[in-house]
């Protein structure tokens, strides 16, 4: 059984970090990319950043750029999150996926798996 299973988030003050983590398990992680989107009240699911099966590239969404992180550890089978100089914008529920490729995994058309989602508050 294929579980995304996300944690880390809650509610900060603007400024701070936060670090999600998305626990993977019944799929061979290393032989997938994976992502993390991102969706705020009344606003549609938007791509935040994305990391390749090695972990040697990554992709981040401009309005995070600078500020949040993405790793993983494939003994692990954990991707991280690490959000820092959080703004009140970035308060949004926040979804790991995963996909099958070589490649990253930009769109949520391209997502194979996805965690629950874990809510993030940043207080202005």
């Known amino acids: 059984q294929v579980q995304l299973v996300e944690s880390g988030g809650g509610l900060v003050q603007a400024g701070d970090s936060l670090r999600l983590s998305c626990a993977a398990s019944?799929?061979?992680?290393?032989?997938?990319?994976m992502a993390w989107f991102r969706q705020a009240p009344g606003k549609e699911l938007e791509f935040v950043t994305a990391?390749?099966?090695?972990?040697?590239?990554?992709y981040y969404a401009d309005s995070v750029k600078g500020r949040f992180t993405i790793s993983r550890d494939n003994a692990k089978n954990t991707v991280y999150l690490q959000m820092n100089s959080l703004k009140p914008e970035d308060t949004a529920v926040y979804y790991c996926?995963?996909?099958?490729?070589?490649?990253?995994?930009?769109?949520?058309?391209?997502?194979?798996?996805w965690g629950q989602g874990t809510q993030v508050t940043v207080s202005s």
């Open positions: 019944g799929f061979t992680f290393s032989n997938y990319a």
């Open positions: 990391i390749s099966w090695s972990g040697r590239s990554t």
């Open positions: 996926a995963a996909k099958r490729t070589t490649r990253m995994v930009l769109t949520t058309a391209e997502v194979d798996y």
